[in-house]
Every structure is written in structure tokens, then in C-alpha cells.
């Protein structure tokens, strides 16, 4: 069940620990007059996250997803020789193979709940109407190989290509308020 009208301003905002770049965004879009609704701000109504993450979504027109380094994690792939200073007079554990493999092809990604609820988007809203910000060097959901990101930088460039996406998935910006944001 939808609840959002064609006039609707209000987009999901899915984020990770970057509590910076998180309120940048917010902040940028309040500046351009769009409506964020961010999950842990809203009342939980006696709802699990799941639930509260399912009746929330029925006002938003489209949803951004955050993807920052928060985590780390890989696949873990057959066993690689490494050459490890080991102290122990004992067999190397099984632990310890696994604990190798897994930091040497650890890689920065978003947390898994973010790369949950891009997924719940997609499917809920259509990838049209789902805007990826992305860190730079992140590992990014296979599934969804040929999706263009835009990349998190430092010289806000970013805000233009969100800009462009809003627009695309219907966001009316309020152009007079484009220049002091």
C-alpha cells in the first residue's frame, strides 16, 4: 500500500554511521526545500525496525542510499599462503585460517542494514526512483553491477548529480533556493 501523491517531497534518507555526511545531505536537501525522512527520527509507534522501515517508506517518493565505509568484509575464497611470524608452537587453527583469509581480502563497505534497505527500494520504488551516494574505493553490492553511483567528494559535487536524480524521479526543488544551499 502507497500513500505518496504525485506532489510529494518526501524522500527516504537509508545511511550508515557517518553521522557528517549523513546531516550534509539533510541539511542540503531542507536547503532545496525536499522533505528527508530518516528512520530513527520518526516515532516508533510500537513497531519493529521492519515494520517502522515498511510503514515509514509508504510516504517517501524516492529514497538516497548512503553507502560510506562502515564495515568491513569480503568473501573468504579459498585459503591464500601467507607468510605470518607465528609464536605459537601449535598448529595453526582453523580460527586462525579464517581470520587470515578474511583480512586479506577485507574491503571497506556499507553497513549491511544499508545494503538491505537499497535492495527494499529498489524493489518497492524502482531503481528510477533510488539515488546512491557513494564513497570512494567501497565495495558496492554485486547484484546491482552497471548502477551509476554518485561519488561522495569533498568539493560537494555530489549535490548536482542529487540534484539531477531528484529531479529525474519527479522531486520538485525549489530552484530559488538552489543558490544559498
Known sequence: MKFVDSSSKKVFIVHGHDEKIKNDIVNFLYCIGVDPLVLHEQPNLGKTI??????????????????????????????QSAQIQRTSPFPQSKKETTILRSIEKSHPRARQNVI??????????GRNNVI???DEDIEKPSDIDGV????????????????KDLLSAGIIIEKEKILNC
Open 50 to 79: 521492519i515494520e517502522k522501515l515498511e510503514h515509514y517508506s509508504n510516504f517517501a517518493k524516492c529514497a538516497i542510499i548512503i553507502l560510506t565505509k562502515d564495515d568491513h568484509g569480503g568473501s573468504l575464497g579459498p585459503p
Open 132 to 134: 546512491a551516494l557513494c
Open 116 to 125: 538491505f534497505e537499497f535492495g527494499y527500494f529498489v524493489g518497492k520504488l
Open 148 to 163: 551509476v553511483y554518485i561519488k561522495l567528494d569533498r568539493n560537494q559535487e555530489w549535490k548536482r548529480g542529487l540534484m
